[in-house]
C-alpha cells in the first residue's frame, strides 16, 4: 500500500484565502530557543547548552477553516437532521472519518460552475461506481492547480444543494473538494444572486447540512493521484471544543498497482 497525501501545506504569505483569512506564522529559531530555556531554567546561560541551541517553535495566528481543514455540521448551521443540535468537530463520530474513498471527476467543469445530481450520476456511471453508506466522496476540480495564486478563490466548481443532498441520501457522511469551499466560488455566487435576486443560491451545498448532517473538506491536492475507487481515506480532524471545523491531513491508502495505472492513464 502506497500512502498519498491530500493536503495541502499550512503556509503563510501565499493567496490561500480571503486577505482577511489569511494565516500567519512567526518562526522562532534555535538561538530564540535558547534565550527562552535560560528564563526558564534560573542560573542557565546559554553557553551551557550544546552548541548554544534552544528549541525551535512557531506561533501561528489562523482561523480552523485555514489549511485542509473539516468543516462540521456546526459550520452550516445549528440544527441538522429535523432540528437535532448540530455537531461540533470535537463530536464528530470517528468512525465516520476512515472508509472507503471515492473520487468524482469535475476537472471539465467550468470555473464557477455549480454541479447538479445528474452531474453526480453521470460521474459515478463513467466511473462504474454505487455509492454505499459512508463512503468518502471528493471532488476533483480544477483549484488545485491554482493553489497559491490569486486564482485559488474563484477557481473550481462547486456543488449544488441537490448534488449534495442526493450524496448524502446515498449514506455519504463526508466529502471535500480541492476548491476553496465545498459550494462554488463566492464570486460566481454572488453574480448569480446579482442576476436572480434568490438568496437560495448563496452556500446551497453548505445549508444542505441542515438537512442531513455531514462534514466536508476543503482545500484538498493530489486528488488526480487517485484512481476513481478502490482505496482508503483515513481524516481524522483535529478536536477543538465546541468549534465549527479542524485542521486535518487526509490520506490515502491505495495500492501501487491502481496508483500506476492511474497515473499512466
Known sequence: MRMIDLSVDLRAGIASDPPN??????????DAGAHDFVQMFPGLSVSQLPEGKGAALERVILTTHNGTHMDAPWHFHPTMDGGKPALTIDEVPLEWCFADGVKLDMTEMPDGYVCSVDDVRRSLDLIEYNLKPFDIVMVNTSAATAYGTDRFLDAGCGMGREATL???????KITGTDGWSWDAPFSATRRRFEETGDPSVIWEGHKAGSEKGYCHMEKLTNLDRLPPHGFKVCCFPVKIAGASAGWVRPVAFIRDSEEQENLVE
Not at 483569512?21 to 534555535?30: A, F, G, K, N, R
Not at 442526493?166 to 455519504?172: D, K, S
Open 166 to 172: 442526493y450524496l448524502l441520501e446515498q449514506g455519504v
Open 21 to 30: 483569512m489569511l494565516p500567519t506564522i512567526e518562526y522562532l529559531d534555535h
